[in-house]
């Protein structure tokens, strides 16, 4: 009795007649499933769950953590009215008037901290002092500074009480803000522009391209997207600042540096309106995530 053996190339198609092969069904793995469980439960216990709490004490009477009355969206209204506008307009100039002069300082300083200039590890080291000290003891600093009786600046200053000014105050508080925060941004873009290949900026430098084409060219398209980061960055970090404000201020004078956090905080923890201070907390978390979007819409667009 002798036995056929067929056999048939890769390529070689089926005939008409013949069975359709069978298709290979894809198994899911329970196992590495499971192992996404604790970093999703850990998500939602830190993330979710504390935004759907706020949103639920910010639509009730609130005092003390003990839910009231439903009050619908009367503390948004309250927040977005126009009681609370001026609060917005600060917030925006307070974060838009950092972030001008944050990014640029830090850029510029990183400009220069990437030449071979003497001492230049002791400069980064200098630089990085403001970021490790604590934004309680800058603020106490800083008043000490500007006290109109005995602080050193007055002699700048011409004896005017900057912290009584409104608008001054304003302005000291922004200044204050960038001393503490330019070194994350210069340490970040110093380390972005260490990236950028030394063979190319040579190349650049013999076809005559100057500084400033080099880094409007090379540098600055390849330190964008740590650049794009670092704005983020420092935008949620600057819409979610309390403890700067409230030592430095404590909101005014005259109210003139309100801002978003330091009344959710004032709400909370000072006039115990849990849910007033929860609608500002939404309103605040709502910021966030949009200018986050953006920036991240941003920075796809232009990884292309």
Known sequence: MSTIVTTRRPGERRSAGGPAPATPRRRIHAGPVLLYVPALVLVVAVSIVPVGYAVWLSVHVTRALRAGAFNGLEHYGVVLGAGGLPDIIRTFVYVGGSLLITLPLGVGLAVLLNKPVAYRRAFRVIIL?????????????????????????????????????????MAALILVNVWISYPLATILSLAAMQTVPGQVLEAARVDGCGPIQSFRRIVLPTI?????????MLTLLYFNMVTLVYTLTGGGPLSGTQVLSLQAFLQSFQFFKIGLGAAYSVVLFGFNVIFGIAYIRVLRSDNG
């Open 224 to 232: 964008k997207p740590v650049l794009m980061i670092l704005i983020i």
């Open 129 to 169: 002092l403001p970021w490790v000290v604590s934004q309680t003891i800058a603020a106490l600093l800083w008043k000490w500074l500007l006290n109109p009786s005995y602080g050193p600046l007055q002699s700048i200053l011409g004896g005017h009480d900057v912290l009584a000014d409104p608008y001054a105050s």
